[in-house]
């Protein structure tokens, strides 16, 4: 298994809402990551794990919230958010943090807040 | 803070030319380079990486090259293809993973 795997692969949500993002692989990476992409702009880089602890976290608002259970999972909590929060939201994997092997990418969860 | 950018920031060639896309870093403490290729509302696939000991990797029609003493990369593809339109990015590792703006490639039949 070479995937990184991101459901759901689309979400509506309301501003009072709270839903998850979930993000799996198999690969046995030990470094996840959560990026934020709007709409022609680059991904920008909002946390990393890794060994299943927090790493960085990119000045993230707290209605956003990491969650790492075990190796091969990584999820993102979302509370109260805004509609400037919505954005397409990418989940990355890797070997280790600053290591040697590539990224590998999921193929994102395009989040609409209304 | 590293920055990256990404020349040209849009193209449009005919089917059939060989193309150059580049990528310049700030801080040339560059760990591991990766080019991604992402089409509209969809994910990042991953093209090539150049590990920090090496200088180059090729796949097929594309060919990426890396001088950390510069802090540049290039993309070569021949023989473009329609196929080949979207976006291209470039990431560096150093400190954190940094991602050019990319590059928006078309290429018309």
């Known amino acids: 298994d070479t995937e990184v795997t991101q459901t759901p692969k689309h979400l509506v949500m309301g501003m009072t809402n709270k839903k998850s993002l979930k993000c799996e692989q198999h690969m046995g990476h030990r470094a996840m990551y959560w990026y934020k992409q709007k709409a022609k702009k680059p991904p920008e880089l909002m946390f990393v794990y890794s060994y299943e602890k927090l790493s960085i976290n990119e000045s993230v608002p707290s209605r956003f919230s990491p969650e790492c259970p075990n190796s091969s999972l990584l999820n993102l909590h979302l509370h109260a958010l805004q509609p400037e929060d919505s954005a397409l939201y990418l989940c990355?994997?890797?070997?280790?943090?600053?290591?040697?092997?590539?990224?590998?990418f999921g193929s994102g969860t395009r989040l609409t807040v209304v | 803070k590293q920055e990256v950018t990404q020349i040209p920031a849009a193209l449009s060639v005919p089917e059939g030319e060989n193309l150059v896309l580049n990528c310049s870093f700030t801080d040339s403490a560059i760990y591991n380079l990766q080019w991604f290729r992402q089409d509209p509302g969809k994910g990042l696939t991953s093209l090539l990486l150049?590990?920090?000991?090496?200088r180059e990797q090729t796949s097929g029609r594309l060919n990426a090259s890396l001088d950390k003493s510069s802090g540049r990369s290039t993309l070569y593809i021949a023989a473009s293809q329609p196929g080949d339109s979207a976006t291209y990015l470039c990431g560096n590792y150093g400190q954190n993973f940094v991602f050019g703006p990319g590059t928006r490639l078309s290429v018309l039949p």
């Open positions: 150049i590990q920090s000991s090496q």
């Open positions: 990355a994997s890797s070997q280790v943090l600053r290591g040697n092997g590539g990224y590998t």
